[in-house]
């Protein structure tokens, strides 16, 4: 693994502020065999000079800067999936304003070891929340329970930022069919589209990414009592359900690719969004799906009784 090649994908769009930070933090890794796209969608800042001044500092490493797609931080993601030449070995995404731990890469290649880039697998695990200034305030929630598609069509149990993905994982994203609205996010489809064929996701619970928390993140923490009751509002007003309804769309279109028990789990889940009240339940059974914690699968079976999954 120490000679495996990693194909780092960041999205870029107006992160001059805290870019500089995140670059540096690749270059000290300390698995020194890597590479570097970073798609810019459109940035009105000096993000893009800082990256060519970056790769003029580090001649070593391949380091590409492409135009993206223009259509939102998901597509630039798709965008830079589909970048990434056959040849690789590993991709791992990456976000514009964190600070990778120097081990980030190393520990995914470890923890990955077993596999190898020519099994669909997944490294992925918990960050440390920073506040803008990268001081630390906490760890994110720990997950414990058996990462699987089960849990993966209700629940995105990492951040995408955490990602270190296998050249097997990274094709079967590539050849993913993505309707053209797109898809709710690239971690959750993801972890998805990789546990549905058979693959492995991996969850370390220890943190290798310093995520900073500020009024710009696309996506924030989600462990406070605000975000739950927001959580709770959204699924009452059907914004969970119309997630669920595009996930299952766009893994439909790709079931061929299954094993017979995925398929099973999600046609029974399907039928959970447009049953009566009982078959929504039996349904719900039947696919064996579960989120992480006892208190967020109860509150599974309460919406889906409800009619908002």
Request: charged content about 20%.
């Amino acid at each position: 693994m120490d000679s495996a090649h990693i194909v780092i994908l960041l999205g870029l769009y107006n992160g001059a502020k805290t870019l500089e930070e995140q670059l540096e933090s690749l270059a000290a890794q300390t698995h020194k065999n890597w590479s570097l796209i970073i798609s810019d969608d459109g940035s009105e800042d000096e993000g893009p000079d800082i990256a060519k001044r970056f790769a003029a500092r580090h001649p070593d490493h391949d380091v590409r800067l492409i135009d993206g797609p223009g259509r939102g931080f998901q597509m630039n993601f798709l965008h830079l999936v589909r970048a990434v030449p056959s040849t690789a070995d590993f991709a791992a995404f990456c976000d514009q304003d964190d600070v990778w731990m120097p081990d980030r890469l190393s520990a995914g290649l470890k923890a990955l070891t077993d596999l190898g880039p020519n099994s669909a697998a997944i490294h992925c695990g918990r960050t440390l929340y920073c506040d803008e200034s990268l001081v630390p305030l906490r760890k994110s929630p720990e997950f414990k329970r058996r990462p699987s598609f089960q849990n993966a069509l209700v629940q995105s149990i990492a951040g995408a930022n955490t990602y270190l993905m296998t050249g097997a994982a990274v094709e079967l994203l590539k050849n993913s069919p993505v309707p053209e609205r797109g898809f709710v996010s690239h971690d959750w489809w993801a972890y998805q589209v990789v546990t549905a064929t058979g693959g492995t996701l991996i969850y370390d619970p220890v943190p290798r990414v310093r995520y900073r928390l500020h009024g710009s993140n696309a996506v924030g923490a989600n462990d406070t009592t605000g975000a739950a009751l927001s959580r709770v509002k959204g699924v009452m007003a059907g914004r969970y359900g119309a997630w669920n309804a595009m996930n299952v769309e766009l893994l439909k279109a790709q079931a061929h690719l299954f094993t017979a028990e995925n398929k099973a789990t999600l046609a029974e889940f399907e039928k959970v969004q447009g049953s009566g009240f009982f078959s929504r339940l039996h349904a719900l059974r039947r696919s064996g799906v579960y989120r992480q914690g006892r208190l967020q699968t109860l509150a599974l079976w309460i919406f889906a009784a409800l009619g908002r999954l």
